[in-house]
């Protein structure tokens, strides 16, 4: 059962969810809370397993909000939402560890497969979106010199590639004709030659410095 806290200051927008997420039997709803301040008291005191939050709320907003969580509460992933679909902000909750960011007037099963897959281990980004934020960082010259990086071998460089374009554990084995155990061993590989602590930290790196360009 995945568990499941909502953050926002809108009463409406907490009850359409509650509707969506109930009707879902692999889903539970821990609690609801309306600021990021709320959200990080809650997770003190309660196992949650993801957190559904906004991102413009009073008191504390969703993305300085993330930033806290990630930092104290790595264990749960944090599932951004808003009305607008914001370069800049995809940037900032990126890089910040968010593990989705769901448009507030998504379908119902867009919602739910989001769910599904943060909780799965993926990282849901629109793909477009991502590939901006790269052309933007390099229009900035904030490329730097790979040689401060280990390098990567292909077969990483491979899975690297297919994590940044979203696919489980699961899937990546399938296509790479490779076991499931192969596929997170080359995985904690990377996390340890680059001195990170999670997936989201290889998506951040891989888009951040062109780990994947030869």
Do not use: W
Not at 85 to 95: C, G, M, P, R, Y
Not at 146 to 174: C, D, M, N, W, Y
């Amino acid at each position: 059962m995945i568990g499941i806290l909502l953050c926002d200051d809108h009463p409406l927008v907490i009850e359409g969810l509650k509707l969506i997420i109930q009707s879902h039997d692999q889903m539970e709803i821990i609690g609801s809370v309306h600021n990021g301040q709320e959200a990080i008291d809650f997770l003190s005191e309660h196992e949650v397993d993801i957190l559904l939050m906004d991102i413009n709320m009073p008191v504390l907003n969703g993305i300085e909000a993330c930033k806290i969580i990630q930092k104290e509460h790595q264990e749960v992933k944090v599932i951004m939402l808003s009305m607008l679909d914001d370069l800049h902000i995809t940037k900032k909750l990126i890089e910040y560890g968010a593990k989705a960011y769901i448009l507030k007037n998504a379908s119902k099963d867009e919602i739910i497969q989001s769910i599904l897959g943060v909780a799965e281990g993926r990282v849901l980004f629109d793909q477009e979106m991502l590939l901006k934020i790269i052309d933007l960082k390099n229009s900035k010259n904030r490329k730097i010199e790979k040689s401060l990086f280990p390098k990567l071998s292909r077969r990483e460089k491979e899975i690297l590639s297919l994590i940044v374009q979203e696919h489980t554990t699961g899937e990546i084995a399938e296509k790479l004709f490779i076991s499931f155990g192969t596929v997170e061993t080359h995985r904690r590989n990377m996390l340890n030659k680059l001195g990170l602590r999670n997936t989201a930290g290889l998506v951040r790196m891989a888009m951040e410095y062109n780990l994947l360009e030869e």
